[in-house]
Protein backbone atom coordinates (compact mmCIF):
# COMPACT_ATOMS: atom_id res chain seq x y z
CA UNK A 1 0.00 0.00 0.00
CA UNK A 2 1.53 3.43 -1.17
CA UNK A 3 2.50 5.67 2.08
CA UNK A 4 4.30 8.81 2.84
CA UNK A 5 7.52 8.59 3.88
CA UNK A 6 9.90 10.96 5.91
CA UNK A 7 13.66 11.63 6.99
CA UNK A 8 15.23 11.78 8.85
CA UNK A 9 13.36 9.95 11.50
CA UNK A 10 14.65 11.97 14.43
CA UNK A 11 16.91 15.23 13.83
CA UNK A 12 18.93 17.29 16.51
CA UNK A 13 20.55 21.07 15.62
CA UNK A 14 21.86 23.43 17.54
CA UNK A 15 19.78 26.94 17.94
CA UNK A 16 19.86 28.88 14.72
CA UNK A 17 21.53 26.64 12.42
CA UNK A 18 19.18 25.49 9.44
CA UNK A 19 17.35 22.10 8.69
CA UNK A 20 15.79 20.13 5.91
CA UNK A 21 12.92 17.80 6.47
CA UNK A 22 12.26 15.58 3.92
CA UNK A 23 9.51 13.68 2.38
CA UNK A 24 8.17 11.72 -0.43
CA UNK A 25 4.01 11.53 -0.63
CA UNK A 26 2.28 9.43 -2.23
CA UNK A 27 3.37 9.40 -6.04
CA UNK A 28 -0.21 10.21 -7.48
CA UNK A 29 -1.34 13.07 -4.71
CA UNK A 30 -1.41 16.75 -6.01
CA UNK A 31 -1.76 18.22 -2.28
CA UNK A 32 0.57 18.38 0.42
CA UNK A 33 0.48 19.42 3.76
CA UNK A 34 3.18 20.24 6.95
CA UNK A 35 2.18 20.04 10.18
CA UNK A 36 3.52 19.62 13.53
CA UNK A 37 3.03 18.59 17.28
CA UNK A 38 4.70 19.81 19.83
CA UNK A 39 5.16 17.08 22.69
CA UNK A 40 1.78 16.64 24.29
CA UNK A 41 0.08 19.36 22.17
CA UNK A 42 -2.50 19.42 19.24
CA UNK A 43 -1.17 18.61 15.70
CA UNK A 44 -1.39 22.04 14.55
CA UNK A 45 -1.23 22.52 10.34
CA UNK A 46 1.88 24.70 9.08
CA UNK A 47 1.31 24.77 5.12
CA UNK A 48 -0.49 23.67 2.33
CA UNK A 49 1.49 23.57 -1.16
CA UNK A 50 -0.55 22.52 -4.58
CA UNK A 51 0.80 23.18 -8.04
CA UNK A 52 4.46 24.32 -7.15
CA UNK A 53 2.70 27.24 -4.83
CA UNK A 54 1.74 27.41 -1.31
CA UNK A 55 -1.90 27.13 -0.86
CA UNK A 56 -2.27 28.67 2.69
CA UNK A 57 0.04 28.82 5.80
CA UNK A 58 -0.42 29.40 9.45
CA UNK A 59 1.04 32.11 11.40
CA UNK A 60 3.61 29.20 12.65
CA UNK A 61 4.85 29.47 9.34
CA UNK A 62 6.91 32.50 9.74
CA UNK A 63 9.69 34.14 7.26
CA UNK A 64 12.36 31.27 8.76
CA UNK A 65 10.27 28.61 6.86
CA UNK A 66 10.14 27.64 3.47
CA UNK A 67 9.18 24.76 1.63
CA UNK A 68 9.92 23.25 -1.69
CA UNK A 69 9.05 20.59 -4.32
CA UNK A 70 12.23 20.41 -5.84
CA UNK A 71 11.91 17.19 -7.89
CA UNK A 72 9.12 15.41 -8.83
CA UNK A 73 9.13 13.41 -5.97
CA UNK A 74 10.09 15.22 -2.61
CA UNK A 75 9.07 17.92 -0.77
CA UNK A 76 10.87 19.86 1.52
CA UNK A 77 10.82 21.35 4.43
CA UNK A 78 13.15 24.16 5.34
CA UNK A 79 13.47 25.94 9.06
CA UNK A 80 16.59 28.96 9.22
CA UNK A 81 17.45 30.30 12.42
CA UNK A 82 16.03 27.58 14.45
CA UNK A 83 14.71 28.39 17.33
CA UNK A 84 13.87 26.32 21.22
CA UNK A 85 10.46 26.19 20.98
CA UNK A 86 10.76 24.99 17.28
CA UNK A 87 10.98 21.67 18.58
CA UNK A 88 8.29 19.38 17.68
CA UNK A 89 7.26 16.09 15.80
CA UNK A 90 6.54 17.65 12.03
CA UNK A 91 4.21 15.53 9.66
CA UNK A 92 4.55 15.26 5.76
CA UNK A 93 0.80 14.64 4.53
CA UNK A 94 -0.33 14.71 0.91
CA UNK A 95 -3.99 13.79 -0.37
CA UNK A 96 -5.01 13.11 -4.04
CA UNK A 97 -6.97 16.04 -4.83
CA UNK A 98 -9.23 14.36 -7.27
CA UNK A 99 -11.04 16.86 -9.34
CA UNK A 100 -14.57 18.27 -8.52
CA UNK A 101 -14.17 15.93 -5.20
CA UNK A 102 -14.30 17.54 -1.68
CA UNK A 103 -13.78 14.34 0.21
CA UNK A 104 -10.40 14.03 0.47
CA UNK A 105 -8.11 12.21 2.73
CA UNK A 106 -4.68 13.05 3.95
CA UNK A 107 -2.26 10.45 4.64
CA UNK A 108 0.34 11.29 6.62
CA UNK A 109 4.13 10.47 7.01
CA UNK A 110 5.54 8.80 10.35
CA UNK A 111 7.09 12.04 11.08
CA UNK A 112 10.24 13.65 11.73
CA UNK A 113 10.99 14.39 15.52
CA UNK A 114 13.20 17.82 15.58
CA UNK A 115 15.14 18.77 18.50
CA UNK A 116 16.69 21.77 18.75
CA UNK A 117 19.71 22.68 21.69
CA UNK B 1 -11.48 29.21 14.00
CA UNK B 2 -12.89 26.09 14.51
CA UNK B 3 -11.55 23.90 17.72
CA UNK B 4 -11.79 20.05 17.68
CA UNK B 5 -12.26 18.86 20.89
CA UNK B 6 -13.04 15.35 22.16
CA UNK B 7 -13.41 13.81 25.20
CA UNK B 8 -13.06 11.78 27.24
CA UNK B 9 -9.32 12.76 27.32
CA UNK B 10 -8.51 9.58 28.75
CA UNK B 11 -10.45 6.14 28.24
CA UNK B 12 -9.33 2.96 29.99
CA UNK B 13 -11.35 -0.57 29.39
CA UNK B 14 -10.92 -3.93 29.43
CA UNK B 15 -9.91 -5.69 26.52
CA UNK B 16 -13.30 -6.96 24.59
CA UNK B 17 -15.15 -4.18 25.41
CA UNK B 18 -16.72 -1.17 22.73
CA UNK B 19 -14.87 2.15 23.36
CA UNK B 20 -16.16 5.52 22.29
CA UNK B 21 -15.17 8.41 21.61
CA UNK B 22 -16.67 11.79 20.93
CA UNK B 23 -15.56 15.17 18.86
CA UNK B 24 -17.36 17.89 18.90
CA UNK B 25 -16.37 21.17 16.60
CA UNK B 26 -17.37 24.54 15.80
CA UNK B 27 -17.94 25.48 12.45
CA UNK B 28 -19.26 23.95 9.56
CA UNK B 29 -17.22 21.08 7.48
CA UNK B 30 -17.38 19.47 4.39
CA UNK B 31 -15.44 16.14 6.04
CA UNK B 32 -14.54 14.90 9.40
CA UNK B 33 -11.48 12.78 9.56
CA UNK B 34 -10.68 10.15 12.69
CA UNK B 35 -7.21 9.14 13.30
CA UNK B 36 -4.92 6.98 15.45
CA UNK B 37 -1.40 8.10 16.70
CA UNK B 38 0.57 5.37 18.50
CA UNK B 39 2.86 7.16 21.40
CA UNK B 40 5.23 8.89 19.52
CA UNK B 41 4.73 8.06 16.02
CA UNK B 42 2.68 8.67 12.92
CA UNK B 43 -0.90 9.64 12.45
CA UNK B 44 -2.81 6.39 10.76
CA UNK B 45 -5.68 7.47 8.65
CA UNK B 46 -8.87 5.56 10.02
CA UNK B 47 -11.50 6.60 8.34
CA UNK B 48 -13.49 9.88 6.90
CA UNK B 49 -17.38 10.73 7.14
CA UNK B 50 -19.08 13.34 4.70
CA UNK B 51 -21.21 16.23 5.96
CA UNK B 52 -23.81 14.65 4.08
CA UNK B 53 -23.75 11.21 6.15
CA UNK B 54 -24.80 9.81 9.21
CA UNK B 55 -22.77 6.82 9.99
CA UNK B 56 -20.19 5.18 8.00
CA UNK B 57 -18.65 1.42 9.33
CA UNK B 58 -15.03 0.36 8.61
CA UNK B 59 -14.05 -3.35 10.25
CA UNK B 60 -14.60 -2.77 13.87
CA UNK B 61 -15.14 0.89 13.59
CA UNK B 62 -18.23 3.21 13.53
CA UNK B 63 -18.11 6.97 12.95
CA UNK B 64 -21.53 8.65 13.45
CA UNK B 65 -21.49 12.36 12.14
CA UNK B 66 -24.50 15.07 13.47
CA UNK B 67 -24.22 18.21 11.99
CA UNK B 68 -26.95 20.10 14.07
CA UNK B 69 -24.54 19.52 16.64
CA UNK B 70 -21.29 19.66 15.15
CA UNK B 71 -20.10 16.24 17.26
CA UNK B 72 -18.94 13.03 15.42
CA UNK B 73 -18.71 9.75 17.58
CA UNK B 74 -16.02 6.82 17.43
CA UNK B 75 -16.94 3.47 18.33
CA UNK B 76 -14.57 0.73 18.41
CA UNK B 77 -16.12 -2.79 19.06
CA UNK B 78 -14.39 -5.55 20.38
CA UNK B 79 -11.61 -3.71 21.45
CA UNK B 80 -7.95 -5.28 21.42
CA UNK B 81 -4.60 -4.59 23.08
CA UNK B 82 -3.41 -3.01 19.84
CA UNK B 83 -6.04 -0.50 19.73
CA UNK B 84 -4.21 1.26 22.98
CA UNK B 85 -3.12 4.51 21.00
CA UNK B 86 -4.10 8.25 21.10
CA UNK B 87 -7.30 8.87 18.06
CA UNK B 88 -7.87 12.46 17.02
CA UNK B 89 -10.83 13.50 15.19
CA UNK B 90 -9.85 16.32 12.26
CA UNK B 91 -12.25 18.39 10.56
CA UNK B 92 -11.73 20.52 7.67
CA UNK B 93 -13.78 23.98 6.63
CA UNK B 94 -16.54 24.71 4.66
CA UNK B 95 -16.84 25.95 2.04
CA UNK B 96 -13.31 24.57 0.69
CA UNK B 97 -12.17 23.58 -2.68
CA UNK B 98 -11.36 19.92 -2.11
CA UNK B 99 -8.33 20.23 -0.06
CA UNK B 100 -7.74 22.33 3.17
CA UNK B 101 -5.80 22.40 6.05
CA UNK B 102 -7.26 20.17 9.08
CA UNK B 103 -7.99 21.54 12.60
CA UNK B 104 -7.02 18.37 15.09
CA UNK B 105 -9.15 18.17 18.43
CA UNK B 106 -6.97 17.30 21.32
CA UNK B 107 -7.46 13.82 21.30
CA UNK B 108 -8.46 10.72 23.40
CA UNK B 109 -5.60 8.87 25.25
CA UNK B 110 -7.48 5.14 24.67
CA UNK B 111 -5.65 2.36 27.14
CA UNK B 112 -6.73 -1.58 26.69
CA UNK B 113 -6.50 -3.50 30.01
CA UNK B 114 -5.51 -7.24 28.36
Known amino acids: EPEVTQTPSHQVTQMGQEVILRCVPI?????FYWYRQILGQKVEFLVS????????KSEIFDDRFSVERPDGSNFTLKIRSTKLEDSAMYFC???????????????FGPGTRLTVL | SQQGEEDPQALSIQEGENATMNCSYKTSINNLQWYRQNSGRGLVHLIL?????REKHSGRLRVTLDTSKKSSSLLITASRAADTASYFC??????????????FGTGTRLTIIP
Open chain 1, 49 to 56: FYNNEISE
Open chain 1, 27 to 31: SNHLY
Open chain 1, 93 to 107: ASSEGTSGSFHNEQF
Open chain 2, 90 to 103: ATDSYPNFGNEKLT
Open chain 2, 49 to 53: IRSNE
